[in-house]
């Protein structure tokens, strides 16, 4: 059974950026696709962009493009996302989440929360 | 506005059935399996119907889904209180090349 673990909580400034990690085990991690899907506080789901470590290359919604990172660490099992120039709009719940390639988002992480504050 | 439409709300009594609808267009729900997720309160989306509205391990057979054209549903029959959450249905959007959820539909039970 596949299980990702999130980094931890953040605080940033308007402006900064936040890096949020996802480490998978329990399963082959080529095998999977990545998605990272925010929720913002009394909001609903929202899907910033996903990669497919076998192949390397993250495709990202709209919204996202040029703001957002998408990266994966075959070597550690590791997802990262980055998001730069944050705004309060970006305080949310990040989570990551995997399955097969076409198939649903079957596996979740447990979520980071990201606070933007002055 | 999310590109999956959805109630934002739906209640029933312990016992009672409920359905919960999805809208979508043909990029969406037209071309490929609709999901649906459970969201407890402070916990992370769990997957409740796969592809072809077949349920994973572990979801009990009070869940269902359905498809027809663009649009979805999940039924939940013998309501219990566990099941007081938010519901989501995804679908991946060709025309989008992302996923796409709905806003999201809050289940009281009353």
């Known amino acids: 059974q596949v299980q990702l673990v999130q980094s931890g909580a953040e605080v940033k400034k308007p402006g900064s950026s936040v890096k949020v990690s996802c480490k998978a085990s329990g399963g082959t991690f080529s095998n999977y696709a990545i998605s990272w899907v925010r929720q913002a506080p009394g909001h609903g789901l929202e899907w910033m962009g996903g990669i497919i470590p076998l192949f390397g290359r993250a495709n990202y919604a709209q919204r996202f493009q040029g703001r957002v990172t998408i990266s994966a660490d075959e070597s550690t099992s590791t997802c990262h996302m980055e998001v730069s120039s944050l705004t309060s709009e970006d305080t949310a719940v990040y989570f990551c989440s995997c399955g097969f390639v076409g198939e649903a988002l079957d596996h979740w992480g447990q979520g980071s929360l990201v606070t933007v504050s002055s | 506005q999310s590109v999956l439409t959805q109630p934002p709300s739906a209640s029933g009594t312990p016992g009672q059935s409920v359905t919960i609808s999805c809208s979508g267009s043909s990029s969406n729900i037209g071309k490929n399996f609709l999901y649906w997720y459970q969201q407890l309160p402070g916990s992370a989306p769990k997957l409740l119907i796969a592809?072809?509205?077949q349920r994973p391990s572990g979801v009990p057979d009070r869940f269902s889904g359905s498809t027809s054209g663009t649009s979805a549903s999940l039924a939940i029959s013998g309501l219990r209180s566990e099941d007081e959450a938010d519901y989501y249905c995804?679908?991946?959007?060709?025309?989008?090349?992302?996923?796409?959820f709905g806003g999201g539909t809050k289940l009281t039970v009353l």
């Open positions: 995804a679908a991946w959007d060709d025309s989008l090349s992302g996923w796409v």
């Open positions: 592809r072809k509205n």
